[in-house]
């Protein structure tokens, strides 16, 4: 008779799964955006979200983190990111990833929606977003100084030496 090892069944690990129903939604003006991780599965060292940006969004002025990395895939459509005095038109399959400190913008110039996933790491910029679509709430986009003000709560601050 041989030894063998004991097949184990776990009944539960520790495992996220978010459906594509699922993830909180929040509405940015003309972007819809689907939080999928807040980093409450990561111990906060990442966030993901899913965004879709309307046809002609503008998006955030241009701003620099000093505290995470920001990473974002273009799953759909073209995303316009601006780095310093330099244009990116990303398209599908496309992977920006942005360091601390380094000047960003993104906007979707085009006539059609465009769709990225973007990535936070660590996780505490996903407040930022929540606190943003507080500042919508009155169907007003919120004027640049009082985004800027927001942002600067998250260790983010504008790239204005390059506007």
């Known amino acids: 008779m041989t030894d063998r090892p ?22 940015l003006g003309t972007t819809r955006m689907r939080i999928l991780e807040d980093g409450s599965n990561t111990g906060h060292r990442l966030g993901l ?6 046809p002609h969004t503008p998006g ?10 920001e990473g974002f895939y273009v799953l759909s459509g073209t995303v316009r ?10 398209t599908a399959g496309t992977l920006v990833m942005v360091p ?3 000047p960003h913008a993104f906007a979707n110039v085009t006539d059609q929606p465009a769709v ?14 929540r606190d943003l679509q507080d500042l919508f709430a009155d169907g007003r ?5 009082v985004t800027l003000r927001t942002m600067s709560r998250y260790a983010t601050e504008p790239a204005d030496d390059l506007a």
């Not at 979200?49 to 309307?54: D, H, I, K, Q, T």
């Open 116 to 129: 990225m996933l973007s990535t936070f790491t660590p996780a505490r910029y996903v407040q930022y977003f």
């Open 6 to 27: 004991q097949a184990t069944t776990p009944t539960s690990f520790p495992v996220s799964v978010v459906g594509p129903d699922d993830g909180e939604l929040l509405t």
């Open 141 to 145: 986009a919120p004027t640049r100084a």
């Open 100 to 102: 601390p400190g380094a």
């Open 81 to 90: 990111f601006t780095v310093g005095d330099r244009q990116h038109d990303a």
């Open 60 to 69: 955030p002025p241009q701003h620099r983190h000093a505290q995470h990395d």
């Open 49 to 54: 979200a899913e965004s879709v940006l309307a």
